[in-house]
């Protein structure tokens, strides 16, 4: 599970860890507010455990830094040095680390204009002996990281559905909203799903915003006939080549749902 930093309550925490049982373990990756506490935990790190955040591909976490040079997010396991007492068992802290920009400059606490870096914490569960069951390194606090940080695709997730219609509600009835609210999710659904299965070659249209895919490949002119108790629909020949051809191609490719 992956949650922002609205889970950062004993109350939430506390119910994730009930999920929990013989049968069944329930990891979870948390934002976490940071506190006094945590700035004197943080402080107390030495320069040595500060090691690179990696990308979701494996890749060095980068960004240009305010002189215009590559910086790198650094991470660093803060468990056993700030206390955790009265939070779940088995909870770890991961605390990462970044140049700010220049924006970013009127944001920072007087410990960070102190350090100079701009930090953040993530909550996690996962284990850091074994990790995930056969997931390498997954242990490792950069893993725990890369598998929080993946989580702002979510609001783009949000942002999307708001286009398709959750944002547009057509009716004073809340019958007639509760339809269109449940066919506009059903679309943003089908949407993701698109992006992930028969996208995944594509990077540019699978990251594209609502407006671009709709017009480049949900929006085509097509027409559609009966005969002989069939339906055909026919679409402009010109399009043979285009990323609607490649998209039905990659469909009928899909192994059948068992």
Do not use: C
């Amino acid at each position: 599970m992956r949650i922002d930093g609205a889970a950062f309550s004993h109350g939430l925490l506390d119910h994730l860890q009930t999920l929990t049982t013989s049968r069944r373990r329930a990891r979870r990756v948390t934002g976490w507010a940071i506190h006094t506490a945590d700035e004197e935990a943080i402080a107390r790190l030495p320069e040595r455990v500060w090691t690179p955040a990696l990308r979701q591909d494996g890749e060095v976490h980068e960004i240009k830094g305010v002189d215009g040079a590559w910086v790198s997010y650094q991470v660093a396991e803060l468990t056993g040095v700030r206390g955790l007492t009265g939070w779940p068992e088995g909870m770890r802290l991961i605390a990462r680390r970044v140049k700010p920009s220049r924006r970013g400059v009127k944001k920072l606490t007087t410990f960070e204009k102190h350090t100079g870096w701009r930090y953040q914490i993530v909550a996690t569960n996962i284990p850091a002996h074994h990790g995930l069951s056969g997931v390498p390194g997954s242990g490792q606090g950069w893993f725990a990281d890369a598998l929080y940080r993946d989580h702002a695709e979510v609001e783009d997730r949000a942002k999307a559905a708001k286009r398709v219609g959750l944002a547009l509600l057509p009716s004073k009835s809340s019958q007639l909203n509760a339809a269109w609210v449940l066919a506009a999710t059903l679309a943003a659904d089908l949407d993701a799903w698109t992006r992930l299965l028969l996208l995944h070659d594509e990077p540019e249209l699978a990251a594209a915003e609502t407006e671009t895919i709709r017009m480049k490949l949900y929006h085509l002119p097509a027409r559609l006939t009966t005969h002989a108790r069939r339906r055909t629909l026919h679409l402009d020949r010109h399009l043979a080549l285009g990323h609607s051809h490649r998209l039905a191609a990659g469909a009928t490719q899909l192994p059948a749902p068992t």
